[in-house]
């Protein structure tokens, strides 16, 4: 392995740590830099036992893929599933056997408490979690997070009770999350990686993302290989909407747009069906739902005002049963004293890149609407652009 100046130079820092490590160290760097690879020497060179980590089941499958063995996700790491109480349950299948037949409003009370029974009957099957008292990361000497721009303060500070110390990976230059702080690459780095690794020299994707990061507009055209392009609005077909892993958007109504076009293409009508993909839209750590993170759904069943979903993790092997609002699949607002009252899904065909930042697809197709982010536009377009893996295709 032919190491830059650059990647010694960090790794001479990240050694001086590792003398007394002690909470986070911070190693931060642009796409192509060379941080998980810098990462997984850190791990055979300097750790006895190392853990790797990432955010979604899709960010962990993309580090293990790269060479680092056992990645998982956070919420595997720390959190452990609890009994549900069934008090609730037992208290509504009371209210069902005292219902009074000649009561004028028994019809109504009947149905209520069927549909109830038959919410909270699902409920119990869906695990609720605890941050775990015993974890691998107390017998590690240290814990390599990766994709840190996703991780919330909440969970960082349920990462660090554990007193592992960690190497955070993350890049300055991608979005911050929407409506949280990201704990980590919000702080100043201990170290930054600028220079691109021979490996990655030439690669069309990083050539777009180096164009998105100094805040240049990509010409319509094809890059390197070709396995990167810009392409016209008019020049977009089905074919190529459908062979994306993931179409990346900027704003709302164009994802939803996206989403109806998607599911008509794959012959899907109204609500969710098996085998449609679905993304989480609020983080739900006692269900071990993380905001972003993205579903197949294996089972769908109309409860009257929600959705009875079972779902299995893309990217992971978890399977959830969860009650879903169905507002978000119909194009509606949650009433805000709704919220709570289930969790919420929308379809992911089409996602925000603000919603897809801590994953990676193969063959991913940007609808460039950066424009919309003003400030934000180099850091809009960088993000999605290094969201692709393989091949990269943007629409202007």
């Known amino acids: 392995m032919e190491w830059t100046n650059d990647q010694e130079r960090a790794f001479a820092a990240v050694s001086k ?19 998980t690879t810098l990462a ?215 994802r939803r747009a996206n989403n109806v076009r998607m599911r008509e293409l794959l012959g899907y009508s109204g609500g969710p069906v098996p085998g449609d993909r679905v993304v989480c839209l609020r983080n739900n750590h006692e269900n071990g739902l993380l905001n972003g993170s993205t579903w197949i759904v294996i089972e769908a069943n109309d409860l009257d005002d929600s959705w009875g979903l079972s779902i299995k993790e893309e990217g992971g092997d978890r399977e959830l049963t969860v009650t879903a609002h169905k507002q978000p699949f119909d194009d509606e607002e949650i009433p805000w004293w709704e919220a709570k009252d289930h969790d919420s899904f929308d379809y992911a065909y089409a996602m925000t890149v603000h919603k897809a930042q801590g994953s990676q697809w193969d063959k991913v197709l940007v609808f460039d609407e950066s424009h919309v982010f003003r400030n934000e536009r180099s850091n809009w377009l960088y993000t999605a652009v290094t969201r692709a893996a393989k091949e990269l295709t943007i629409v202007v």
């Open 17 to 35: 740590w590792m003398e007394d490590p002690h909470g986070v160290f911070r190693l931060f760097g642009f796409a192509g830099t060379g941080k």
């Open 40 to 254: 997984k020497r850190v791990a055979e060179d300097l750790a006895r036992t190392p853990v790797f980590a990432a955010y979604t089941g899709k960010a962990a499958g993309v580090l293990t893929s790269k060479g680092c063995p056992g990645a998982t996700t956070i919420h595997k790491l720390i959190y452990a599933p609890k009994d549900r109480s069934k008090k609730r349950l037992r208290e509504l299948e009371a209210e069902k056997i005292a219902l009074d037949e000649s009561s004028p409003d028994f019809t109504t009370e009947l149905t209520r408490l069927t549909r109830e029974i038959a919410e909270e009957t699902k409920r119990l099957k869906s695990p609720l979690f605890d941050l775990r008292s015993e974890s691998s990361l107390d017998l590690a000497d240290l814990l390599i997070l990766d994709e840190t721009s996703m991780v919330s303060e909440e969970i960082a500070a349920d990462l660090e009770s554990f007193g592992t110390p960690i190497l955070a990976l993350g890049d300055p230059a991608q979005l911050q999350p929407v409506k949280a702080k990201a704990a980590y690459t919000s702080a100043r780095p201990d170290y930054l990686l600028t220079e691109i690794v021979r490996q990655a020299e030439g690669s069309p994707i990083l050539e777009l993302a180096r164009i998105a990061r100094e805040g240049l507009a990509p010409t319509v055209g094809s890059y390197g290989d070709g396995s990167a392009r810009v392409i016209r609005r008019e020049d977009l077909n089905a074919t190529m909407a459908m062979d994306a892993d993931q179409i990346l958007v900027g704003r709302n109504r164009t």
